[in-house]
């Protein structure tokens, strides 16, 4: 079925540094790769999304990858923010999933300042 | 232009009452999706619809859940006799859906909290 791996759970980093997140998915069908970010009590929020045909998306200091041959997805953060601090959760839809999305079990990101 | 709606935000119910809750896609969109998010956990998805259709339901419990979006009106998502493992916060999203991968769109969400 449908599954998504999503590392680490947490992460910890200084006001400045990179957080990257990775994602491993199971539906070589899959097509869309959107990102989401839920800050405390509110709603999932895209911050970014990347389709099968394209390897790397960036907007500003977003980016993602997709490695389609290993299934593999990453969101890459530069100069984190303390305002970044949320979870971030990966998901896909597309092939066997069409219309729903799949998310990974969530990385709370905390930036220190 | 208005967002997702939802309503109730919160709801709290006891055991073996029921629940209803609303979504408001955003204007233009025809497909509503809901999903539910278990304290600390990542959201599962639940149910998809378009207008007067249920596409794909497979993540919905088979029992007292059971969910709509008529021609006119809401998507309502209604769990009958609900028991404490309910308590959830519960997201509608929607999308336009020309592509079947459409950027989904999330409702602030409803807390159900079932005493």
């Known amino acids: 079925g449908e599954n998504v791996e999503q590392h680490p759970s947490t992460l910890s980093v200084q006001e400045g540094d990179s957080a990257v997140i990775k994602c491993t998915y199971s539906?070589?069908?899959?097509?869309?790769f959107p990102w989401y970010k839920q800050e405390l009590g509110k709603r999932p929020q895209l911050i970014i999304d990347?389709?099968?045909?394209?390897g790397e998306k960036k907007d500003q200091r977003i980016a993602v990858t997709l490695n389609k041959t290993a299934k593999h997805f990453s969101l890459h953060i530069t100069e984190t923010q303390p305002e970044d601090s949320a979870v971030y959760f990966c998901?896909?839809?597309?092939?066997?999933?069409?219309?729903?999305?799949?998310f990974g079990q969530g990385t709370i990101l905390t930036v220190h300042p | 232009n208005a967002g997702v709606m939802q309503n109730p935000r919160h709801l709290v119910r006891r055991r073996g009452q029921e629940a209803r809750l609303r979504c408001s896609p955003m204007?233009?969109?025809?497909?509503v999706y809901w999903y539910r998010q278990l304290p600390e956990e990542g959201l599962k998805f639940m149910v998809y619809?378009?207008?007067?259709?249920?596409?794909?339901e497979s993540g919905m419990p088979k029992e007292r859940f059971s969910a709509e979006f008529p021609k006119e009106g809401p998507s309502i998502l209604r769990i009958q006799q609900v028991v404490r493992g309910d308590s959830a916060a519960y997201f509608c999203?929607?999308?336009?859906?020309?592509?079947?991968?459409?950027?989904?769109?999330f409702g602030p969400g409803t807390r159900l909290t079932v005493l």
């Open positions: 999203a929607s999308s336009p859906l020309t592509s079947g991968t459409d950027t989904q769109y």
């Open positions: 539906d070589s069908a899959s097509n869309y």
């Open positions: 990347i389709r099968s045909n394209v």
């Open positions: 998901t896909y839809a597309g092939g066997t999933s069409y219309g729903k999305l799949t």
């Open positions: 204007k233009g969109h025809s497909h």
């Open positions: 619809l378009q207008k007067e259709n249920i596409i794909d």
